[in-house]
């Protein structure tokens, strides 16, 4: 079964740290590139950051230096450590993968509160 399945969402204050984990089946994992999403209410999806197979990463502008994406290929698990968080990075965050293939599948989200 094909599937994604994001955790470690939560209610944080400004400045804190949440460290988010994506759960994936084989098949969508191994050998392929892997991104996390995020999407505001009333608001389109956003790229956060992506991560090759062989570990190569890119970063929005306004993560870069507090969020990092990273793989842990013998779990099939995607991460994303959040570190400095701000309210405006408040949003139901989203795993994605594979990358560049079709058909490219989507979690259910988790959803980030960062309180002010």
């Known amino acids: 079964q094909v599937q994604l399945v994001e955790s470690g969402g939560g209610l944080v204050q400004a400045g804190g740290s949440l460290r988010l984990s994506c759960a994936a089946s084989?098949?969508?994992?191994?050998?392929?590139?892997m991104a996390w999403y995020r999407q505001v209410s009333g608001k389109q999806r956003e790229l956060v950051a992506t991560?090759?197979?062989?570990?190569?990463?890119s970063y929005i502008d306004s993560v870069k230096g507090r969020f990092t994406i990273s793989r842990d290929s013998a779990k099939n698990t995607l991460y994303l450590q959040m570190n400095s968080l701000k309210p405006e990075d408040t949003a139901v965050y989203y795993c994605?993968?594979?990358?560049?293939?079709?058909?490219?599948?989507w979690g259910r989200g988790t959803q980030v509160t960062v309180s002010s």
């Open positions: 994605r993968g594979p990358l560049g293939v079709v058909p490219s599948y």
């Open positions: 084989g098949s969508i994992f191994s050998g392929n590139g």
């Open positions: 991560i090759t197979s062989r570990g190569f990463t």
